[in-house]
């Protein structure tokens, strides 16, 4: 559903007690619904299973007590899916600096990993970070510290501890 479908069926009414009252499309829930099936980000799945509780019917009030949400962040989120339907619910882009290392970037250095060091040049069997570094950037052409690598690796899994073999115990 587009978002100008919720634009058109979604409205407030204030009652004469100054209530908020919510009216939804019958096509809210179950979008909602599909869009928790498919979400994988922990925050975003967080807002819609809020969202949801309300499109049910549940006060603003007792869904941000009951989620842990603040009054004011589960109004702002009721609100984005109402004019923007579930993409209202995704996280806006942050300010600052892109990061490096992209996804394509990471899976290239887990491709590298898998190759063998000789291959490329290196006079050791296995890789050191900095190797990766190097090897790394007269391919991409971006350049990484040893340790953005090493965190790569390490979030990737694919840094192992080095194996310790058991020494003999002189006598």
Known sequence: MCHSTFLSYFFLELTPMRTLKLHFPDEALPTLETFLRQSKAARVF????AVREVVKGQRLQTVSDTLHFTYSALRKWVHRFASHGVQGLQDRPRPG??????????????????QDPLQ????????SCQELATVLA?????????????????KRRQLQPPHRTARPRPR
């Open 97 to 114: 600096r892109p990061p490096k290392v992209t996804g394509a970037l990471a899976h290239h250095l887990d491709r590298l990993v898998d």
């Open 120 to 127: 490329h040049g290196s006079s050791h069997s296995q890789w």
């Open 46 to 49: 967080r807002r819609a299973q």
């Open 138 to 154: 007269r391919q991409t052409g971006i350049h990484l510290s040893r340790e953005s690598v090493r965190e790569v690796l390490k």
